[in-house]
Structure formats: structure tokens, C-alpha cells
């Protein structure tokens, strides 16, 4: 690139020079949201470089240097002696939103893109959020009260945008957010541990000689076996060769482990890798699912150790995919679940537990993922299974109170992906929940708590009108009838004044 992806204001037209860009900047305290959700995701580790592509005021890199990670920025407006280099991520955040001028919008894309070694962040503004008041539409877009220019876009237009623009697949990290990547078999590795939930270590017995004699080598390779479910090739364990050296080969390791383990845990780990493979191989339809050779080799080996084949792999996966499509079979899948509240219409389950989810709903639920990304502060995702429909709900309180307010609900239609957002923060009569224990896997620390306080609702007969307590005026209006309260998670009588 020429370094000019910005046009010069001598080369602007005289309707792009009243438009004051220099306005868009926005003042923040703490780090932006494309880059909080790339440190979240693992994309941006403290290994990394940074450059932030039209920095704005510079508060990401201060937030970034306080972190001790290495950057730098480069803004027209606000810090133009910056100079652009190469860097392991570029972000190039709420910019290209900005820009009136498409031809300028593609340059400075691209130009981010060259500067990025490892992957590029790109975000802008959607316009299922959208509250400006504008004054007159320009271009593709349209011209604010403040001189400023706005492009807001839908989730499907700003990926196929970026893909066409590149000729790179990116891959969606949250509404209005994508991670463009410079290895596709890294994009890949990345997609493949979105689905992967954490196990602990089964522990051993004591009391076994030669598991006690061989500790220091066999926990790592125990630490290995939890992640991958499955043994380690040559070149992925250092210590590999040590314990063929005194245990005679690796097979044997894990036979000395299962002595003082059992194999029981051992083999839902590895059922549990397996299933979460074909989560991952099925969803890789949507972007154009990669040939063995384009896969990373640690996933290769998962495929060989699970599958044998990756045709048999492949075929198992469609299978999977196609079943979520099935609504008779998602129907009777809803139904089956021991995790989730069923209601005539929908499955709701805390996002803790979706890893825990039958594999049919999980892809069904990836189907959004694979659209929309993270949906940041969403903690409930309501599974519709009379027609395809995700929704995201964001309940901030969930934890905190007993019967918390929806805040926000982000809705995924999978027919034809416009995605509708809701607020209800401003509301002084949200809908609200109960029967919270439903929603969470049987092992979250809080269910105990939250079925005490459900089991106290139900002697109380408080749940019998139904239709009239899903909503916070309808539920207080009921407790107060009755000279009662809530009071943390317990109910209790008021004290009369």
C-alpha cells in the first residue's frame, strides 16, 4: 500500500471536507470493546504486539501499555506523526464506519490488513444499535447533527464486506466484531476451541509404587490427557521420549495412570473431545469447511485419534448438522434435556451450561455463534424450538438477586440472520425470572441456594397464577398482597409500619 488508505483533505470533495471526522473519537477509561473481547478470546496474549489503526485519542494504547503489552497507534486526526508498522494484531476499530468514502473505506482496510501478522481486528458500528438522530443520508450512509459521518451495518453485510474486500474468510467474535486471521490453520485451532469445555484432572489414589516413583512425568502427561483426550504425538510433549525411556511407551503411561484413575473419567473426557470435534467440523460448513491438510496438526491428530478418517469424520458431522435443522429432532432433543427450563416454545440455559448441552443443540446454538459471535453481558440463551430462532438475554443481576430483570435481549432469527436488539434497562416493569436453579448445570456453586428459595416460593403457592408474575409489577404486586418480600434468597413476612 501507498500509506495514503486515508484520503487527504486536498483530495476531498467539498461535501466529504464538512463532514468532521475529528468528532468520532470517543474518550474511554477502560480498554475498547474489539480488543477486551481479543483478550477474552486468548487472541491477544501479553506475547503479543499491538497497532491501533486510526487510535483516536490513544486511550487503548494506554490501556494497552498498562497492561505491558508492546504498541503503537497512528490516527489522521489525532496522531498523525504516529507511523504505521507490522504488528501481530492490528486493531482497526469503529473506523472504517467513519469514512464516507468507499474506495478510502476499502484502502484502509486492506492497508490494516498488510500491517497485520497475526490476525486483524475489525469493528464498526451495527445498525441494530444505532440511536443517532441524523440529519440527512450521504452515500451509504448518513451525515449527524454533529457533522459527523455514520455507515452502520448489518452483521452479515460487514463479514461479507471484509471477506470480499480481503479475499480472507473472517470470523465473527461479536456483534459488529471480526477476526480476519493470517494462518487459516490458526483460524481454524480457533474455531475448533470455541467448543471445548474445561475438565479437571481425575485424581489419583494413593498408594500405587510406580505411579509415585514416575509422578513428576505421568501429572503432565495427565495434564495433557484431560485437554486433548487423547495421547500425545512426539513432536506436541517434551517429555515424551523420557517416558518411553522408563516406562516403555506411552501406552503404558496411561496404564500405570488408570491403575490409580480408573478409565471411567478418561473415557467421558475422550467422549466429550470427540463430540466436540463434530461440533466444530459440522459448524465449519457456514465458511467452507477446510480439507485435512488445512487444519492444524494438533487437530489432525484429533481427527485421526477420534475418527480414524476425516471422511468418517466429515460424514458424522454432516449428519450432526443436519439433525439440527430437523425441528422434530431439535423438538425432542429440547424435551430430553436434564439441563435447561423447557417451556411450550423454548429451551432457557445459563451459558455456563450450554457445553453440557446434548450436541444437537449445541450446533443449533452454533448456528448463531457462527453469525454473531460472543454476545458480551448475555448470560441466558433462550433455544426456540418450534421455529429457528436464538436469543440471547442478558440478565446482569443473575447471580445477585433472586428473581433478576432482563436488561437486553439480542434475537437471531436463522432464516434470514436480521437480527433484532431490545433494551429494557429503561423499563420500570421488565420481564423477570424465577425457578433459577432450572436454567444452570447441576454443579454451578449457587443451584443449592437457588432451589432452597424455589422449593420455599412453591410451598407458598406463589407460582399458581402464572401468567401474572413474569413480569417485576406483577411479581411484587403478588408478594406484597400476601405481606411478603424477598429478601436476598428467601422469602420472608413484612414488617408492618
Known sequence: MSGEAFIQPSHRTNQEALIKRQRTALSRRDLSRPLSLAVADGLLTQGDTVFDYGCGRGDDLRNLLGRGITCSGWDPEHHPEGRRIPASIVNLGYVVNVIENREERNCTLQEAWSL?????????????????????????????????????YEQRELGSWIDTVLGE???????????????????????????????????????????????????????????????????????????????????????????????????????????????????????????????????????????????????????????????????????????????????YVHTSAIPLLDPILRVYEGCARAYIGSVEGANIVKLNHRWPQISYLAYPSFEREAHPALFASLIVPLRNFHIQYREYGASDNPPILHRKETFVSPDHPSRNKFERLTKQEEKLRLFDETSTIGTKHGWEELLASRGLKVAGHKVVRRISS
Open 116 to 152: 497485520a501478522e497475526k490476525a486483524l481486528i475489525v469493528a464498526a458500528q451495527l445498525d441494530v444499535h444505532s440511536k443517532l438522530r441524523y440529519r440527512e443520508s450521504y452515500e451509504d450512509g448518513f451525515v449527524t447533527k454533529r457533522d459527523t459521518f455514520q455507515k452502520y
Open 169 to 347: 474468510v473472517s470470523v465473527p467474535a461479536g456483534p459488529g466484531v471480526f477476526y480476519v486471521f493470517r494462518d487459516p490453520a490458526a483460524r481454524e485451532s480457533f474455531l475448533a476451541s470455541k467448543y471445548r469445555r474445561a475438565f479437571t484432572t481425575p485424581r489419583p489414589r494413593r498408594g500405587a509404587a510406580l505411579f509415585e516413583e514416575h509422578k513428576p512425568l505421568l501429572e503432565p502427561l495427565m495434564a495433557f490427557l484431560a485437554a486433548k483426550g487423547r495421547l500425545p504425538n512426539e513432536s506436541e510433549f517434551a517429555l515424551y521420549e523420557e517416558i518411553n525411556s522408563k516406562l516403555g511407551s506411552l501406552r503404558r503411561a496411561f496404564r500405570v495412570i488408570a491403575e490409580v484413575t480408573g478409565t471411567a473419567a478418561w473415557d467421558e473426557i475422550k467422549q466429550q473431545r470427540s463430540r466436540e470435534l463434530l461440533i466444530y467440523l459440522a459448524l465449519a460448513r457456514f465458511g467452507g469447511r477446510p480439507t485435512l491438510s488445512r487444519l492444524s496438526f494438533d487437530l489432525q491428530l484429533d481427527v485421526r485419534a477420534f475418527f480414524s478418517t476425516y471422511g468418517k469424520a466429515s460424514a458424522l458431522a454432516d449428519e450432526l448438522l443436519f439433525s439440527a435443522g430437523d425441528l422434530t429432532k431439535l423438538n425432542g432433543a429440547c424435551r430430553a434435556s436434564n439441563i435447561g427450563k423447557l417451556t411450550p416454545s423454548s429451551l
